[in-house]
């Protein structure tokens, strides 16, 4: 069989070929527990609240490029000044500008390298790849926990000018252990190290002491896993002077009105709103995480997350297929084999949601 030849194939980047798009599963799911987003539990007030907010928006007008005032909430939040957050579309775009802003030409014909931790959130090496990084890949130890001599061996052979480490991390759910982590961080001063606090709101603690501690350390945050994927807003904090010289790489009108507008009223005015549904979803993790506790075939990772890391004895692709054929969309890894060949990652919904998943899981075993 030949290849069809790609128009302009020649002019595209060759790390293109390699990779396969990143596409989210589509089809009529009932039930959708694959993507951690929140569960809809957005009470009718804050949606008008939103729908008002828009509806003063200037239409014709660009968006403010500097994002001001979504800047300032988001700093508030944070305990850190404007001038130390940058806005992005989700994360996504945020991972893409850091890896755009830092230099991988190679020193020496050495490569320049990007680490990440494995399994982990993928958007670090697809993105790292398409822009001719080299990616290192170390193993979570047998508790998805960070392997702090692993780390310290890819430190030194691949003098790594990035490391990103999801804090809880996706797919795990669980937070990195922070002595390792503070270690490692130090171990590696000549380093940046991306701290991805994706889902950090469901966890026990947060890690932003440790900006105090070092200057190595950027965070990355968003609103995509507490309520609003739908507005794509992201942000990264860090020294002002850095953030400052990143920010030359983001286009002036990344984030829209309509984003902007509303993530800073939600966050100047609903934090309570926001935090009760949070609070929910814990309550649900620990009722969920108890109900499967005695299942025989069935071994959960205690989760600092908005979803739950499941080991099924039965193969990972059976169990996710059937839930699929019941309306129950969630995340296999069977694909991926080895360790991950039985996982499945299952977000954590309503509470209508999550009996109806425990009671299909219980049919599919
Ligand atoms: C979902 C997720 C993100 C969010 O990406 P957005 O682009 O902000 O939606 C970032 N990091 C991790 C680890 C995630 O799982």
């Given at each position: ?186 171990s590696a001063p000549d380093t940046l190290w991306v701290i991805d606090e994706a889902y950090v709101d469901y966890a026990p ?111 990972g692709g059976e169990v996710f297929e059937q839930l699929g054929r019941r309306g129950i969309l969630v995340r296999g890894f ?20 999550n009996d109806r998943f425990l009671q299909v899981l219980g049919e599919c075993l």
């Amino acid at each position: 069989m030949t290849t069809p030849e790609i128009p302009f194939g020649h002019w595209l980047r060759r790390e293109l070929l390699e990779m396969t798009a990143y596409t989210p599963k589509m089809g009529d799911y009932p039930i959708r527990l694959d993507a951690n987003e929140a569960p809809s539990l957005l009470p009718a007030e804050v949606k008008e609240a939103m729908v008002a907010e828009v509806s003063r928006l200037a239409w014709e007008r660009y968006p403010d490029p500097t994002a001001r005032r979504l800047r300032q909430a988001l700093a508030k939040r944070m305990g850190a000044a404007p001038e130390e957050v940058l806005v992005g579309v989700g994360s996504d775009e945020l991972i893409a500008l850091l890896l755009t802003a830092f230099d991988a030409s190679p020193v020496r014909a050495e490569p320049p390298t990007v680490l990440v931790m494995t399994p982990t959130f993928v958007m670090y090496k697809m993105s790292a790849k398409l822009r001719g990084w080299q990616v290192g890949e170390v193993p979570l130890d047998r508790d998805w926990d960070l392997s702090e001599r692993a780390v310290t061996i890819a430190l030194d052979t691949l003098k790594p000018r990035l490391v990103f480490v999801a804090s809880p991390n996706n797919p795990t759910g669980n937070l990195m252990d922070e002595g390792r982590l503070c270690n490692l961080v130090e171990s590696a001063p000549d380093t940046l190290w991306v701290i991805d606090e994706a889902y950090v709101d469901y966890a026990p603690r947060h890690q932003l002491a440790l900006r105090q501690r070092f200057p190595n350390l950027l965070f990355l945050r968003t609103l995509s896993k507490i309520g609003f994927a739908s507005l794509r807003v992201g942000w990264l904090t860090g020294p002002a002077r850095l953030i400052r010289e990143l920010d030359k790489v983001r286009q002036p009108y990344n984030l829209n009105s309509v984003g902007q507008c509303l993530a800073a009223l939600v966050l100047e005015r609903f934090e309570p709103e926001l935090a009760a549904i949070v609070e929910l979803v814990r309550s649900e993790r620990s009722r969920i995480t108890k109900a499967l506790a005695d299942w025989p075939g069935i071994e959960v990772t205690p989760s600092d997350a908005n979803f739950l890391w499941i080991r099924s004895q039965t193969p990972g692709g059976e169990v996710f297929e059937q839930l699929g054929r019941r309306g129950i969309l969630v995340r296999g890894f069977h694909e991926r084999g080895g360790r991950l060949a039985n996982q499945l990652r299952v977000t954590l919904g309503t509470p209508e949601q999550n009996d109806r998943f425990l009671q299909v899981l219980g049919e599919c075993l």
